[in-house]
């Protein structure tokens, strides 16, 4: 499974941003979950949201009345709708798929929100 996640960018506070997760490759058919995990500077990183392959989500705390998932079973990409950014929110994005197997993770999407 190859993961090419998109659609980061530098925005004021209070903007929104829509990340992509586009999946390929000849498992990419098998992947149930993917989430979204953020690193910020000099931090850990941390789980944002997931979805499973039944349309199951989980946010985090942080993310919760905000971000919302959305999955495109014939693209193979899943959507994470980020409203009302603050700057807290700045940390490289990276999505992970998870199959029967194992797990593989995308190369990250930058994330900065100025104040």
């Known amino acids: 499974v190859q993961l090419q996640a998109s659609g980061g960018g530098l925005v004021q506070a209070g903007s929104s941003l829509r990340l992509a997760c586009a999946a390929s490759g000849s498992t990419a058919a098998s992947i149930n979950t993917v989430g979204w995990y953020r690193q910020a500077p000099g931090k850990q990183r941390e789980f944002v949201a997931s979805?499973?392959?039944?349309?199951?989500?989980n946010y985090a705390e942080s993310a919760k009345g905000r971000f919302t998932l959305s999955r495109d079973a014939v693209k193979k990409t899943v959507y994470l709708e980020m409203n009302n950014l603050k700057p807290d929110d700045t940390a490289v994005y990276y999505c992970r798929a998870d199959t029967r197997r194992s797990f593989f993770w995308g190369q990250g999407t930058q994330v900065t929100v100025s104040s």
């Open positions: 979805i499973s392959g039944l349309r199951t989500t």
